[in-house]
């Protein structure tokens, strides 16, 4: 994933409302939001690594993983789509994988990782040093910096998401993914400087990426209830923003799954 916007605790009847981007290499292969046949997981596949940028569980567990923007640092290390996966499919609650992690986190490609089960939820980076912290209640955001970077598209999404919780917003999730379709670019002044040049920097500025070879692949919205039952809907696109289906599929409900 490269932008998310999440409440935490900080809705009536959801204690997680999760929206998110991924953006990556339209040549990549990856399978599209399902219930995987070898493993307890919901979620998108990454067809070249093995693992998921985000995905979730019948018993309430969620994971999403991000990169970190930094061209000077080299991409070395073990798959992060393997954190997803290993803690979606492993027995260890957040806090305990939180402290188990820390000790590994170095091995890994650099990574930004939030995971939430039934109690709590922990954001985990390894970037500039492996560090781990509890998800307070409220509307968090993460990019491709570390926790709550101030970039304007993650500020936008979170005040989106915020809105639309203050408007009593209940399972009509078509306002958020109209967030994530957003491409607004953020003025010069407020683009951070990443290393990869201005320009760059404009193009990835807006939370909807429109691109040939690179862009926007999967729109993602997560709402897992107070209660344990909830959904995961994905939205996907192809090269230049091509639409190219949607999944919805219920957590904590096998048999319900959608298609567009």
Not at 39 to 61: C, F, K, N, S
Not at 104 to 131: E, K, V
Request: glycine share 10%.
């Amino acid at each position: 994933m490269c932008l998310i916007a999440f409440a935490w605790h900080a809705h009536p009847r959801w204690r997680l409302l999760l929206a998110g981007n991924r953006d990556e290499f339209h040549a990549r292969p990856s399978a599209p939001l399902a219930r995987w046949s070898d493993m307890p997981i919901i979620g998108g596949r990454d067809l070249e690594a093995g693992g998921t940028w985000l995905g979730a569980t019948d018993a309430g567990r969620c994971c999403v993983v991000t990169n970190v923007r930094d061209p000077r640092d080299p991409q070395l290390g073990a798959s992060r789509g393997l954190l997803a996966t290993d803690y979606l499919a492993g027995t260890l609650d957040a806090a305990s994988h939180a402290q188990a992690l820390l000790a590994a986190a170095a091995d890994y490609r650099p990574f930004n990782l939030l995971t939430f089960d039934a109690r709590a939820g922990f954001y985990l980076g390894n970037r500039p040093a492996p560090s781990a912290q509890a998800v307070t209640p409220g509307v968090h955001g993460l990019s491709n910096a570390d926790f709550n970077t101030p970039w304007p598209k993650t500020r936008e999404l979170m005040q989106r998401l915020q809105g639309w919780i203050d408007r009593g917003g209940d399972d009509d999730f078509t306002p958020l993914f109209d967030a994530l379709a957003d491409e607004h670019v953020a003025p010069d002044a407020q683009l951070p400087d990443t290393g990869i040049g201005l320009e760059r920097e404009r193009w990835l500025s807006s939370a909807f990426i429109r691109g040939e070879h690179y862009g926007t692949r999967a729109s993602t919205v997560v709402a897992l209830g107070h209660d344990g039952h909830g959904a995961i809907m994905e939205r996907r696109f192809g090269p230049n923003g091509r639409f190219d289906g949607e999944t919805m599929q219920r957590i904590g409900d096998p048999s319900a799954t959608t298609d567009a």
